[in-house]
């Protein structure tokens, strides 16, 4: 079945950056886009970007453009999440997000459906 | 941006109940909205995407209907693995937005 796995969760001082990986299975990596979705404690949901993991193309939310930067390997099958200059609201939980399939028509860019657990991101000094 | 907004933010049902969640878009988004449950400690679960197709597996006491900038979720017969907090999702156009979640609570 589909899965989408996250590395553990990171403990990181104000300034510094994050990386955050999410390894899929069960899909072939390359047809489908992947978002980043962050849920700050207590709060809601935050769509952070895309990725096209075929070609590596990438939209930001404006709010995090300059700040965070989307790659993947695919030989490995998975996409890495860097956010850096961190301050303390980004504590949060990030998600990867499985996206709509690449050959679907283009008003489903932003269609996503399966989550990976979650990576806890906790910025203090 | 397009703000989604969801209504209650948060209810209390009983065990049986059958209820429903609103959600509205600041303008047209055409069908292009989904919703998604949340269980404490978990991630997300996308239930309905095309504002009322459900996911592979949901069970059809998960219901969605809506167009253009009105949206409900209805749910049929609350159990207890259905106390959670729902939100809905517009993919019509950037950036991706979510509503704020409702809660549903056992009364």
């Known amino acids: 079945q589909v899965q989408l796995v996250q590395s553990g969760a990171e403990v990181k001082k104000p300034g510094a950056s994050v990386k955050v990986s999410c390894k899929s299975s069960?899909?072939?990596?390359?047809?489908?886009?992947i978002h980043w979705v962050r849920q700050a404690p207590g709060l809601g949901l935050e769509w952070m970007g895309i990725m096209n993991p075929t070609g590596g193309s990438t939209t930001y939310a404006q709010k995090f453009q300059g700040r965070v930067i989307m790659t993947r390997d695919t030989s490995t099958s998975t996409v890495y999440m860097e956010l850096s200059s961190l301050k303390s609201d980004d504590t949060a939980i990030y998600y990867c997000?499985?996206?709509?399939?690449?050959?679907?028509?283009?008003?489903?860019?932003?269609?996503?459906?399966?989550w990976g657990k979650g990576t806890t991101v906790t910025v203090s000094s | 941006d397009i703000q989604m907004t969801q209504s209650p933010s948060s209810l209390s049902a009983s065990v049986g109940d059958r209820i429903t969640i609103t959600c509205r878009a600041s303008q047209g988004i055409n069908n292009y909205l989904a919703w998604f449950q949340q269980i404490p400690g978990k991630a997300p679960k996308s239930l309905i995407y095309?504002?009322?197709t459900l996911q592979s597996g949901v069970p059809s006491k998960f219901s969605g209907s809506g167009s253009g900038t009105d949206f409900t979720l209805t749910i049929s017969n609350l159990q207890p693995e259905d106390f959670a907090t729902y939100y809905c999702?517009?993919?019509?156009?950037?950036?991706?937005?979510f509503g704020q979640g409702t809660k549903v609570e056992i009364k």
């Open positions: 997000v499985r996206g709509s399939d690449s050959s679907w028509p283009w008003n489903y860019y932003y269609y996503i459906d399966v």
């Open positions: 999702q517009q993919y019509n156009s950037y950036p991706v937005t």
């Open positions: 095309d504002a009322s």
């Open positions: 069960g899909y072939i990596f390359t047809t489908h886009f």
